[in-house]
Every structure is written in structure tokens, then in C-alpha cells.
């Protein structure tokens, strides 16, 4: 496979495209919820699980990269999804260039809910997903990434052979901040789910993340 992921937005579309009609997602799929260019310059990568069912209306169904800008952002008053308010209150605390976040899924294909995949269309969009992130992380740019979601944390630590740096207390109980590292000195911060766990709409979450992130 060709390690040069920049100018290969085309490849990932046919890969997509391929993977959708063997495994019959039928309601689409999202890998990026920002544009491809992004990749070029991004000092931070945001990865959650997987789109849900494509809201609003007029969203794009099968979208490898959203062109007009960061989703959490430009759909911000019309999305019905509960992580964006979570997202931008985020990307607030930490005080970073929105446009500098490459932002979007390890499991690119959209469902109303995790559980309504098996077991084999879970791998075949983590191995999709964790193979983008993987080569994109190998650009060296990225010095940060951020994860929502426990199992996705643990899938995609032990897929880059991080090792745990810090575990403390969020301040939701019985949620944790994990912080991991990797030999090519990338750090992965693993926050609870945060259409669950809204952790930015809680006080006495505030002071964890500034610990986890070393603000």
C-alpha cells in the first residue's frame, strides 16, 4: 500500500465504496467530518467510533471527507448527534485551531447504534479505519490524538503499540482519563464516550481533563 495518504482521497472513496456493498452497509458511510486537506497540517486528531444514521436531512450519506468544513461545527444547530456540543467545548478547553484537528471515525460506516453490527462488520470497518489512522499518524505530524470511547481506546492503543502513561479519575464516576504514548512519541488521550459521558457540561470534570492534557 502506498504511504503517501496525501492526494489519495480517491483510493480510500473505492475502498469505501468496496467494503460497503460486500458487507451490505446499507446507510452509508463518513470517514473524515472535516476536509481532506486537513491531514496536511493537522497538529491533533479527534476519532470516535462511527456516524450515526445521517442527520440532518440533507447530509451527505457516503462522504469520505466533509469539504465544506468541520461537521461539528457547520451542522452545529441542525445535527440531532449529542457528541457535538461535547466536541466544541472541547476543542474551546484545550484552546486549539479548530481547523488544525483532523477529525472523524474508526469505523467509517454509519448505524443507528454500535450494536447492530455483527461481529464481522465491526472488524471489517475497524480494519479499514485503524489502517487510515495508522498511515496518516506515520506522517509524523499529528502529536496528539484523542479518543472517545473505552473499547475504541483499547482497540486502537494496542493496534499503535502504545504503552499507558497516566490513569486518573474523571470526575464522572466510574470513568477514567488514560493517557498513552507511543515509540514514535504520539500521545493518546482516551476520554470516556462523550454522547454518554458528557464530561464538558460537568464542573468537576474540568480540572481532570486540564491534568490529562497538561493544561
Known amino acids: 500500500m502506498n504511504t503517501n495518504v496525501i492526494g489519495k482521497k480517491e483510493w480510500w472513496e473505492d475502498r469505501l465504496n468496496k467494503l460497503e456493498k460486500s458487507h451490505s452497509f446499507n446507510l452509508g458511510y463518513k470517514l473524515l467530518?472535516?476536509?481532506w486537506k486537513t491531514i496536511e497540517d493537522a497538529t491533533h486528531a479527534f476519532i470516535s467510533l462511527n456516524p450515526g444514521a445521517a442527520t440532518p436531512v440533507?447530509?451527505?450519506i457516503r462522504c469520505t471527507s466533509e469539504e465544506?468544513?468541520?461537521s461539528y461545527f457547520i451542522e452545529r444547530y441542525t445535527t440531532r448527534s449529542?457528541?457535538?456540543e461535547q466536541y466544541i467545548k472541547l476543542i474551546e478547553l484545550l484552546a486549539i485551531n479548530p481547523n488544525k484537528v483532523l477529525t472523524g471515525y474508526a469505523h467509517p460506516f454509519r448505524s443507528a447504534a454500535w450494536s447492530d453490527f455483527n461481529s464481522v462488520e465491526k472488524d471489517a470497518g475497524l480494519e479499514l479505519g485503524v489502517d487510515f489512522w495508522k498511515m496518516v499518524l506515520d506522517q509524523g505530524r499529528i502529536k496528539t490524538v484523542i479518543i472517545t470511547g473505552s473499547d475504541l481506546s483499547k482497540t486502537f492503543v494496542d493496534r499503535m503499540g502504545a504503552h499507558q502513561e497516566t490513569q486518573i479519575p474523571s470526575g464522572w464516576n466510574p470513568t477514567s482519563l488514560t493517557k498513552h504514548r507511543t515509540d514514535k512519541n504520539i500521545e493518546i488521550i482516551s476520554l470516556p464516550h462523550l454522547s454518554r459521558f458528557k464530561l464538558l457540561s460537568r464542573a468537576n470534570c474540568y480540572e481532570p481533563l486540564r491534568e490529562i492534557f497538561s493544561i
Open 68 to 70: 465544506r468544513g468541520n
Open 58 to 60: 440533507d447530509a451527505q
Open 82 to 84: 449529542p457528541i457535538t
Open 33 to 35: 467530518c472535516c476536509p
